[in-house]
């Protein structure tokens, strides 16, 4: 049993999931609220990687920092997190909002004009080259906790630690705070919370904006650990965040951070291992398709998702 | 329902319009041979500008364009080019070679970028007379004689794959070694080539496969063993290349990264140790190229480039140079430019003379390889 | 009608509004949608088949030609999808997948690499049935999933189909099937394109005719229903899965159809041909066009495959730019002055900007425009063209072009906001200058890139104005 290559594997798998449970996280909460699959999340991703990629270089550039490191990445998250808070807030004012009242699948196809726009924007602003973030010039990779004969890179820890006091931010302030009951009841029965007297407009603004604030900050963590960006990578992480919000039980906030991780490990352990279950006929090629597979069978095992409550339609 | 009509009928107005204009655009062209008068020359570029490989194409087109400038000034020629994005997509490619065959101003393409585009406009531009040359499309079989039009100032995978598997073998003395592929249509002909080279001298090789636009390479890292010696990675993406052997890095294990062709990148990949294959000496450090670089930093702000810019540059020149002569007697049909394509004989910015073979492949054709140690590149074979 | 007084009887109104159905039924529009309704079927299915057969005899390019068979392709697709997502509510995000099995069936029937060659009128409907029993396997999760859990398991498929294709041996991988034979029906091979754009147009006849009597038929009253209110069809004894799966086959056998067409015409088949890109302008196609309606997802398909055509062309473009904000303007101001009189201040508004900059700073007005339609020409003196703004290779150098864009975006959805129409028209004048130079500038240098810019603020613009589409009816949703 090789258990350097698990623990690696489980080291990735974590990484992979924190990213994908913060981006699920804002697209779990925006469905409780609005019922609404916001498919634009993805871009949010990739313009907070953009604006963290900005700030690295106003900052003087990975080899050259002009002020501590810990403090220039929590710069970089801190402008992608706002950067990213404002622009959801901004595609629900002007492409969600005119629809609430339409059928379902209006806002849907808002939101991959949205995507078109700012995967073009970026394009068009930016250049397709892609950027990198010169981590390791940040960061040595030397730099890390030794576990045995195996070697963790700083950066991951940092990127799991960061999603993790995230999600436990979230967690206070959704179960704790006013603004987080407000949310709940919104999510709950929206006409009710209104005769409440709850503001709903002003919840779906505050949820959009944490939702997308963290899929910005998603974003600059992908650049830290992964290197490299450009104006097609949202694509991806939305359509796995997605996914992992679905899994996890759409709506439910834990259930975006257990499904993250889900998704995360079934990844890394499907390309880890899947030479070794098919005997050698399976490469890793095709580990997108055991990825998947499990996915279908888990939800027809379980439509409704991790956490998700069974859907119980009132007459 | 009013409204609804309103909208409806104003809707078919437009359609109308639309495709009114569509329909009456430059010439019913079915003539192939052409007459063009030769003072509204275009080139047509075929190749991905938007979408996940659109930083190949928009590379290409930078080169290009300042090819044509170039030409353009010191030739007192008016030559434009005409923007093609495939979107690497093959049906829409296939639509593009039509448009261009029906713009009877268009004189060359220089494309198709990738060789899935070659495949389906090959025989629509041989059916038109009208040459195509590609400064990037690499797959062996497009010069098997199938379309007599199309040339390429690339040499081919047939002569790349080899080169890495000696290089590795021998000069590497690699026992052990992963080979890894990004299901595409560059990736994948050049990874099996390899595979089966490196077997074929009694190296053990495992496979891997990564997808075009995966990021992440850590889980495909954990499966390298630790005697592995090489990891040859087919990729179209030189920052992938980077990113995997930062990986490698990170995760302790010893081996090195050998990129092929799409991976060369001097800004882009900048490994601590590694190897790329290129098939020609590069730009940036023949002295005689020098003043070109210099030139296209001044035009691009210093953009970066990788190795497919310079060849476009190339392909262009081709295109230019041919159609110029063709233009001498003040007309020129598409069939005379393809004829002087076929005998073009100009220096080239890679050393020595470009010249095409019988099946459009170019001749000298070369492969060198560098060595990067600390992200600097020395060629080395 | 005067504002009534809070204690004044309001007298009238109420029979007013009550006869407002009796006066539609009396005006232009009532009596044209009577005659309409009343119309026999196939007189309707002449008039709209009609400037699909004809339209080759406008052409004589093979381009265009190639447009119109795409075209068609595109709205076979759309009415496939329409069936599931349109008539039954159902979110099918796999949908392309079917279209890529017919293809790659036919494929596997007449190609060099399958070694035979099936004749048309076997190969199609051989295809069609097989693709159909595939979407009832995938319509299969319905019956445990609902809404937006069944849209992600059919995307799971889609997922799993494009892994297999792109690494599977038997599918030869990214470089596709490349030797597909072409149509061979009853015995005579289909080589010319006008010869493919007839099949096609027979293939549509054909499937809008049949989805035509399947709407009217009790399938479609039933679909209808289970569309409305899927509890209450349940309730009424509907066999509410065996519809849905239906619905899955029906569309996915059209999809099927319309692959087979397609594969033989292209010569090719390869699978990035088939991904989630197709799916998105499907599906903007259904809904823009109108979901549910027949003729409304035609006209989508047409119209949006019409403009990214158009759009691909620079100079085209530059003209649809602009015709397009003129139509706006014109379409969506009240009262019918407003527009000529902002186009008017905005032309004088760009004059004046212009002097002044000429005088004050002339290298704003000293760059050239990489457009180079007559449109373009004749903007040039107009707009603010600041030298080296823009690179030579036509991406933005420096911070102005940069700001320009984003200052565009922000000042155009800030328009958004002011409630006045008044104020709106005012602050309209600068923020149609500012778009006119962004457009010269920068815009027009990156034609390729600025298209997807365009369809993605129109898809944005369009769903904003009419979200049920051109076509579509009003619906209110339970959720």
């Excluded at chain 3, 509410?240 to 319309?258: D, E, Q, S, T, Y």
Aim: proline fraction near 4%; aromatic fraction near 10%.
């Amino acid at each position: 049993m090789d258990w350097d290559k698990l623990v690696q594997l489980l080291v990735n798998g974590v990484t992979l999931g924190s990213v994908y449970a913060l981006v699920a996280l804002g697209f779990s909460m925006v469905y409780g609220i609005l019922k609404l699959l916001n498919l634009a999340h993805g871009d949010v991703l990739m313009v907070g990687a953009f604006v963290g990629w900005g700030v690295l270089g106003w900052l003087g550039g990975a080899q050259d920092p002009t002020v501590a490191v810990w403090l220039v990445i929590l710069l970089m998250i801190l402008a992608a997190m706002v950067g990213g808070g404002f622009l959801g807030v901004a595609i629900e004012r002007f492409a969600y909002r005119p629809l609430r009242r339409a059928p379902r699948i209006a806002p849907l196809i808002s939101a991959l004009g949205v995507s078109f726009f700012l995967q073009n924007s970026v394009l068009l602003l930016f250049g397709a080259n892609f950027r990198s973030y010169d981590s390791f010039d940040l960061v040595d990779v030397g730099v890390g906790v030794e576990w045995g004969p195996l070697h963790v890179w700083v950066m991951r820890i940092v990127v799991i630690v960061s999603a993790l006091a995230m999600m436990g931010g979230l967690w206070l302030l959704v179960t704790r705070s006013k603004l987080g009951k407000a949310m709940r009841a919104t999510a709950f029965d929206r006409e009710a919370a209104a005769m409440m007297g709850i503001d709903v407009d002003r919840v779906i603004v505050k949820t959009f904006f944490i939702g997308s604030a963290l899929a910005g900050a998603a974003g600059v963590l992908v650049g830290l650990v992964f290197f490299q960006i450009n104006h097609f990578m949202g694509f991806n992480y939305g359509l796995k965040g997605f996914t992992a919000a679905v899994v996890g039980g759409i709506g439910s906030i834990p259930g975006a951070m257990v499904g993250g991780l889900f998704i995360g490990l079934a990844e890394a352990f499907s390309v880890g291992y899947i030479e070794d279950l098919t005997r050698g006929r399976l490469g890793s090629a095709f580990s997108d398709l055991v990825a998947f597979l499990i996915l279908v069978i888990f939800m027809l095992v379980r439509p409704q998702g991790i956490f998700g409550k069974p859907e119980v339609k009132k007459v | 329902m009013r409204k609804g009509l309103i909208a409806a009928g104003l809707a078919a107005l437009v359609a109308v319009a639309v495709v009114t204009a569509a329909v009456a655009k430059p010439a019913a062209q079915t003539t192939p041979a052409q007459i063009a008068a030769c003072t509204n020359v275009s080139l047509g570029f075929l190749g991905p500008l938007t979408g996940p490989a659109g930083f190949l194409g928009q590379e290409q087109l930078s080169w290009l364009r300042f090819g044509v400038q170039k030409y353009n000034k010191a030739n007192g020629t008016a030559f434009k080019v005409v923007l093609g994005d495939t979107q690497l997509k093959a049906p829409v490619a296939r639509t593009l070679a039509r448009r261009f065959v029906a713009d009877s101003n268009l004189m060359a393409v220089i494309g198709g970028s990738e060789s899935q585009a070659v495949v389906v406009s090959g025989n629509l531009f041989e059916k038109a007379d009208l040459a195509s040359i590609s400064g990037s499309a690499t797959q062996t079989n497009l010069t098997n004689g199938q379309f007599k039009t199309f040339f390429r100032v690339v040499p081919n995978d047939a002569i790349q794959g080899p080169q890495i598997v000696t290089y590795v073998a021998k000069n590497l003395k690699a026992k052990n070694v992963v080979v890894i592929d990004s299901q595409d249509d560059y990736s994948l002909p050049l990874a099996s080539a390899i595979t089966r080279g490196l077997r074929a001298r009694n190296v053990t090789v495992s496979r891997e496969s990564v997808s075009a636009d995966d990021t992440d390479f850590s889980s495909v890292v954990a499966n390298v063993d630790s005697n592995v010696n090489v990891v040859v990675f087919a990729t179209q993406v030189a920052t992938a290349a980077n990113t995997l052997s930062n990986q490698l890095r990170e995760q302790g294990k010893k081996a090195i990264v050998f990129g092929t062709d799409g991976a060369y990148s001097p800004s882009q990949f900048k490994p601590r140790t590694g190897y790329v294959s290129v098939f020609a000496p590069d730009p940036h450090f023949d002295p005689s190229a020098r003043a070109l670089i210099r030139e296209y930093n001044r035009y691009s702000k210093n953009k970066e480039f990788g190795a497919f810019g310079p060849a476009t540059y190339m392909a262009g020149l081709v295109a230019t140079t041919a159609v110029r002569s063709a233009c001498a007697d003040g007309e020129a049909t598409r069939a005379e430019v393809t004829r002087l394509t076929r005998r073009t004989n100009i220096p080239s910015i890679f050393g020595g003379r470009l010249r095409f073979s019988a099946k459009g492949d170019p001749l000298p054709t070369k492969f060198v390889i560098y060595r990067i140690t600390n992200g600097k590149y020395a060629p080395v074979g | 009608m005067t504002e009534p007084r809070p204690e004044q009887p309001r007298i009238g109104v109420d029979e007013w509004v009550a006869s407002a159905e009796e006066r539609r039924q009396r005006s232009f529009a009532g009596r044209l949608e009577e005659a309409i309704d009343r119309a026999p079927a196939a007189a309707k299915l002449v008039v709209f088949a009609l400037p699909f057969a004809l339209f080759p005899f406008f052409t004589d390019s093979e381009y265009v030609t190639q447009v119109g068979i795409d075209t068609l392709i595109y709205v076979l697709l759309a009415l496939g999808l329409n069936v599931a997502v349109g008539w039954v509510g159902l979110l099918d995000l796999g949908f392309v997948a079917f279209f890529g099995l017919g293809a790659y069936l036919y494929a596997a029937l007449a190609s060099e690499y399958a070694g035979r060659h099936w004749e048309a009128q076997f190969a199609v409907p051989v295809i069609a049935v097989a693709v159909a029993a595939t979407g009832f396997l995938v319509g299969l999760p319905s019956r445990r999933l609902v809404g937006d859990y069944l849209a992600i398991v059919t995307l799971f498929f889609l997922q799993i189909w494009l892994v297999v294709l792109v690494n599977a041996s038997f599918t030869r991988g990214p470089n596709g099937i490349a030797d597909i034979y072409p149509l061979k029906l009853f015995g005579r091979e289909i080589v010319s394109l006008e010869g493919y754009y007839y099949v096609t147009f027979a293939a549509f006849v054909l499937i809008v005719s049949f989805l035509y009597l399947l709407d009217r038929s009790r399938t479609g009253r039933a679909w209808r229903a289970l569309r409305e209110d899927e509890l209450a069809a349940e309730l009424m004894t509907m066999p509410v899965n065996r519809l849905k799966l239906m619905a899955f086959a029906v569309g996915a056998g059209i999809a099927g159809i319309a692959g087979a067409l397609y594969a033989p015409q292209q010569g090719a088949v390869f699978p990035a041909n088939f991904d989630i890109v197709l799916l998105i302008t499907v599906y903007a196609m259904v809904v823009l066009g109108g979901a549910g309606s027949i003729v409304g997802v035609t006209v989508g398909a047409v119209l949006i495959n019409a403009s990214l055509e158009a759009l691909r062309d620079p100079d085209d473009a530059s003209w649809l730019f602009y015709l397009a904000i003129v139509l706006a303007l014109i379409l969506l101001m009240r009262p019918r002055w407003l527009p000529v009189a902002v186009l008017a201040a905005t032309a004088v508004f760009g004059l004046a900007v212009h002097e002044l900059a000429e005088q004050v700073r002339p290298s704003l007005v000293a760059g050239t425009t990489f457009g180079t339609a007559r449109v373009d020409e004749l903007v040039d003196s107009w707009v603010l063209l600041p030298e080296g703004a823009i690179g030579q290779d036509g991406l933005p150098a420096g911070a102005l072009a940069r700001l320009a864009y984003v200052g565009l975006v922000a000042a155009m959805l800030g328009l958004t906001l002011i409630r006045s129409r008044l104020w709106r028209a005012v602050a309209l004048v600068p923020v149609l200058y500012l778009g006119a130079c962004v457009w010269e500038n920068v815009l027009v240098a990156q034609p390729a890139v600025a298209r997807f810019v365009l369809i993605g603020a129109m898809l944005v613009a369009l769903m904003a104005v009419r979200p049920q589409g051109l076509l579509g009816k009003q619906r209110v949703e339970i959720v």
